[in-house]
């Protein structure tokens, strides 16, 4: 935006976070507070390269994104073709809109108890959690996407003659679109809370119940460990994931243009 | 007939309007068809499978639950706790938000110093700081109400922040040339400038925020419709479950539809730069 260098507005954006360190670092020789509440940085620094070396923190890491990538592929790719199909007629569209519209309010979460009934606690409840999450929010939005394209572009196509395959390449793909692509985000978005609240009350691995298992023993530098991990995570999978995901669509879309 | 009449799209809209059975059929019984009919496949399947009604409760099931709750005043309780707990975490949530994002963006040295890392915590969905907070201060309904307040918070800065900073410069100084201090310039620029996108920042915190609510009132174990979800399975009551859940979807889509639309719309339509913003 500026024309200031971007090493220096980097250093500038860093200076924030150096200057919480220094003043966590140092708090608790000016207030008083007990030890467990809030350990100091270089105890939370102990704890984090301690449990990178016994390998806890990949393996938790690793269990959550595993889930995480597992769910959202299978849940896009049960909940778009569907909700497309289905939308692409007007009156099943009016029909199931409503439905979707309720299921979509009340998934996630909310299914954990049913979850462990069903699976029990652990991986499959977790799993089943992230894809409920996931499936929802992106069949909601395949069907508004397809609702919101004008019924005259419809039309136009019908009275152009076009195969139903020409029908979804040309017109329903690209109008919906846009919708879809903030259906992946969103179902993302909602997914990952969904994992990380799933471990936290009914998994039994992962970095949301590594968290979870540590307030057992007052393990403070644990869940401080945790909350920045998950910050970090989500940064590196909405810049890496996200951008990979709208460059390819919209690359894609293009290219339907072009025929 | 062409191939996108065999699939089935949309049909001219005028062909339908003069029929008003037609209409009445389309708006009346169309929208709650759907229900009908995944509330008859659930009782079919409910009852057919011989599953145990612990694990695979039927709408029956549930609509007994429903009155049950609803007569012994759980319900009502339950439902007003959550609102409340609701509510005050939206509002804390949404003033701290706005606060906190005009005072970074009052001044560009500050915001840039700022926001990476409230883009940070931004990043940290609400869910993470659970567990510390129970550390904190124990299982209690302050744990709810921080978590829907900051989950509603976080984008606001960053929608606060990126609306004041787009605003362009001249309106401001143009207020000034006339004679209007800073007070002017927050009131009759910055605020309509940024009104629209902190209502839309609201509307979709308050969507996370729900679902926060749920979630933490699940692990508070205290009181509210969350802890009614999650309780009810534990003692084997799973139709009181299902009905929470219906109780939540419900209560979710009222405070949608009913009161964050309108508001998000009407912000739009008074203060709203662009030019399609009153057809809706």
């Known amino acids: 935006m500026t024309g200031r260098p971007k090493l220096q507005s980097a250093l500038l954006g860093l200076t924030p976070f150096v200057a919480l360190v220094l003043i966590w670092q140092v708090a608790p020789s000016v207030f008083s507070y007990p030890a467990y509440m809030l350990p100091t940085v270089s105890e939370v620094g102990r704890r984090f390269i301690e449990l990178t070396l016994n390998g806890e923190l990949a393996r938790s890491v690793g269990a959550s994104l595993l889930r995480l990538a597992a769910a959202f592929v299978v849940g896009n790719l049960i909940a778009i073709p569907l909700g497309v199909l ?17 299921l979509q309010a009340v998934a996630g979460i909310a299914w954990a108890p049913l979850a462990v009934l069903w699976f029990g606690l652990g991986n499959t409840a977790v799993t089943f959690l992230v894809v409920n999450s996931v499936f929802f929010s992106s069949f909601y939005n395949a069907i508004s996407g397809v609702r919101s394209i004008p019924p005259v572009l419809w039309r136009a196509v019908r009275s152009l003659g076009a195969s139903p395959w020409q029908v979804v390449r040309e017109l329903v793909l690209p109008g919906a679109m846009v919708q879809l692509l903030l259906g992946l985000r969103t179902s993302l978005a909602l997914g990952w809370r969904a994992l990380v609240a799933a471990e936290l009350i009914i998994g039994t691995n992962g970095i949301g119940f590594l968290m979870m298992d540590a307030t057992k023993w007052y393990g403070t530098d644990t869940i401080i460990c945790g909350i ?3 910050g970090v995570l989500w940064l590196a999978v909405d810049r890496f994931v996200f951008a990979a995901i709208e460059r390819n669509t919209v690359r894609r879309w293009g290219m339907v243009n072009d025929n | 007939m062409t191939a996108a009449a065999e699939l089935g799209t949309t049909p001219p ?11 009445a059929w389309q708006d009346g019984v169309e929208p709650l068809l759907g229900f009908a009919i995944v509330i008859a496949a659930w009782q079919a399947g409910s009852s057919l499978s011989g599953v145990p009604k612990v694990l695979f409760p039927s709408p029956a099931d549930v609509v007994w639950a429903l009155l049950d709750l609803f007569n012994t005043g759980i319900l009502v309780e339950y439902v007003k706790l959550s609102l409340l707990h609701y509510l005050t975490g939206v509002a804390i949530g949404a003033l701290a938000g706005v606060a906190l994002g005009l005072a970074i963006a009052s001044n ?5 110093l700022l926001m990476p890392l409230v883009n940070f915590t931004y990043a940290i969905v609400e869910v993470a700081w659970i567990p510390l907070l129970i550390l904190w201060w124990g299982y209690g309904p302050s744990i709810i109400i921080v978590a829907v307040a900051y989950v509603v918070a976080s984008p606001l800065v960053h929608n606060v922040v990126t609306g004041v900073l787009s605003v362009p410069p001249v309106y401001g100084r143009a207020i000034r040339s006339l004679g209007g201090g800073s007070w002017s310039v927050l009131r009759e620029v910055t605020l309509p400038a940024i009104l629209p996108s902190v209502f839309n920042g609201v509307r979709v915190g308050a969507g996370f925020g729900f679902r926060a609510l749920i979630f933490a009132e ?6 509210g419709v969350g802890y009614l979800i999650f309780t009810s399975a534990a003692t084997q009551q799973t139709a009181r479950t299902v009905a929470g859940m219906v109780v939540m979807g419900v209560l979710w889509l009222f405070l949608d539809r009913v009161y964050l639309r309108p508001l998000e719309r009407a912000s739009v339509e008074r203060w709203g730069l662009t030019s399609d913003a009153g057809e809706r």
Do not use: G, Y
């Open chain 2, 13 to 23: 809209r005028a062909m339908r309007r003069d029929r008003w059975w037609a209409r």
């Open chain 2, 108 to 112: 560009r040295r500050v915001s840039d």
């Open chain 2, 218 to 223: 699940m692990i508070a174990q205290q009181e």
């Open chain 1, 228 to 230: 920045v991990v998950i």
């Open chain 1, 86 to 102: 289905l939308a692409m007629n007007a009156r099943v569209s009016r029909i199931v809109m409503p439905v979707a519209v309720f």
